[in-house]
């Protein structure tokens, strides 16, 4: 028989909560059960005042519902509150009622503009806490990368500044002081013979930079996320947004230094691709004890010159020897080491000179970089890297590079939604608080699931042992021995 469905809807009281028209197994049902945001409301309270204006909106119903737009990949609030006018799961997360009339879109900007992107980190470290209590976090083995988030911005608002030029132009008009505090900053040495190509920067988003991932594709204006991810569930322990242009290798001993504050835990083990192979990285982890598993750069296949790798360092008594074994005299010091220079005299009579130097040089120079011993070491332990140094490698490949992948294809992260540093590093630490509590709602959920089975186990044997002792009691009374004899 063919049903038919009343669609007559106009029922106006009903009976039951809202919590019971939501799955059980539904995402935000889940999360409530490990979010805790009780001490937002004390944390946020010096933005408010206390004796005039509006009451505004509850701090944590505004998290909330930026939270379940998160979940649900949808970063514009225009269309997550859009979503939230017909989604119970959200108005329930968020602690509205059906009847309550839900914030303007515009109220979410103004509560993160005046919160600040501090107060959002401080989230991020709360759940990341809440993970250690779980037990999620190790510390011990952290895997380290940075991937370029593309800035909203467009291609026409790209302009080309040459500040060289401008100040050329404008050298007439400088103050005096001007003047004197530049002739300070003139860099000593032999002047620039390459071209300065101008730099381009939008005009919308000042702070995005021109960077790319990849020397095949074209320069983007973008910021850059630098993760660190814990090997045993995956949990984003640290977080920091830079611009484009900062160097992912640079950021590596201060972010070890706060996975080591957060957790508490010596951290021994290190994994990052070849960006992070500096020498002075090498050096700060052997002096902490820190196993750094990260493939030094490759060497160019078919060099100009003779490479560096064919001068032989001494590190004791800091000295350096040709490939021919002549001796070359420490010279001064640079930002990243100290420069060593050959004898014009020997290298005049030199057989490789014309591999070793170019035409209009005298004499060769070889820069020692700080930790360069320390780099020489990893390359040596490079060609011998045992099965398990492989295995750890392997892991940070799809640890870390899949918690970047999930970032950008779940929750909106592959391009900012906002502009400005402050604004993309709110949009970074809301969604990294949002995959760190999927995992432990996941861990929750399993736990309950065990226990529930458990309990169903324990209630089906105490079913048996009733029903057994039943049966016992009546076999007595009927003097079924011999039944039970056998």
């Known amino acids: ?262 957790t508490g835990k010596k951290v021994e083990r290190v994994t990052a691709d070849a960006s992070y192979a500096h020498p002075k990285n090498y050096e700060a982890m052997e002096a902490r004890g820190t196993d750094a598993i990260i493939p030094p750069m490759r060497e160019r296949t078919a060099p100009r010159n003779i490479p560096i790798r064919r001068f032989s360092y001494d590190g004791k008594n800091k000295t350096v020897r040709c490939p021919t074994g002549k001796f070359m005299q420490r010279s001064h010091k640079m930002e990243k080491g100290w420069m060593y220079r050959a004898k014009s005299r020997d290298c005049k009579v030199c057989q490789l000179i014309k591999r070793c130097l170019s035409p209009t040089a005298k004499a060769r120079t070889v820069l020692i970089v700080d930790g360069y011993e320390a780099l020489l070491r990893a390359r040596r332990r490079k060609l011998r890297w045992d099965e398990d140094t492989r295995h750890w490698y392997s892991r940070h490949r799809w640890r870390v590079e899949g918690v970047h992948g999930e970032a950008k294809t779940q929750h909106g992260l592959r391009r900012a939604v906002r502009r400005g540093l402050m604004n993309v590093a709110i949009q970074v630490y809301m969604t990294a608080i949002v995959m760190n509590l999927k995992r432990l709602a996941t861990l929750l959920s399993y736990f309950l699931r065990i226990k529930n089975n458990v309990f169903g186990l324990k209630q089906e044997f105490e079913k048996k042992r009733i029903f057994l002792n039943g049966y016992w009691g009546r076999c007595q009374e009927n003097r079924f021995d011999v039944v039970l004899a056998a």
């Open 1 to 262: 028989m063919i049903g038919k469905q009343n669609r007559w809807q106009g029922t106006l009281f009903m009976t039951g909560s809202l919590e019971e028209l939501i799955p059980s197994d539904h995402i935000l049902k889940r999360v409530d059960k490990v979010l805790d945001l009780s001490w937002l409301h004390k944390e946020v309270s010096d933005c408010y005042c206390d004796s005039n204006g509006r009451p505004g909106i509850d701090p944590e119903a505004a998290v909330r519902l930026m939270l379940a737009g998160f979940f649900q990949g949808m970063v514009h609030d225009r269309k997550l509150m859009r979503e939230a006018q017909v989604n119970l799961a959200t108005r329930w997360f968020a602690g509205y009622r059906l009847d309550e009339k839900l914030p303007d879109h515009s109220s979410l900007t103004r509560i993160r503009q005046r919160w600040g992107a501090e107060r959002f980190k401080k989230i991020f470290q709360k759940t990341v806490e809440a993970c250690i209590k779980a037990k999620l976090v190790s510390g011990e083995t952290v895997h380290v990368d940075a991937t370029v988030i593309r800035a909203d911005v467009s291609w026409e608002s790209l302009t080309t500044e040459h500040a060289y030029k401008v100040l050329e132009e404008n050298r007439d008009i400088e103050s005096e002081d001007t003047c004197i505090e530049e002739d300070v900053q003139k860099k000593r040495g032999r002047p620039r013979t390459r071209p300065i190509y101008p730099k381009k920067h939008s005009a919308t988003d000042p702070e995005a930079t021109m960077v790319t991932s990849n020397k095949s594709q074209r320069l983007e204006p973008s910021y850059k996320q630098h993760t660190m991810v814990d090997d045993k569930t995956g949990i984003i322990v640290d977080i920091e947004l830079t611009t484009g242009e900062v160097n992912e290798g640079t950021r590596l001993i201060e972010g070890v230094n706060r996975v080591e504050a957060i």
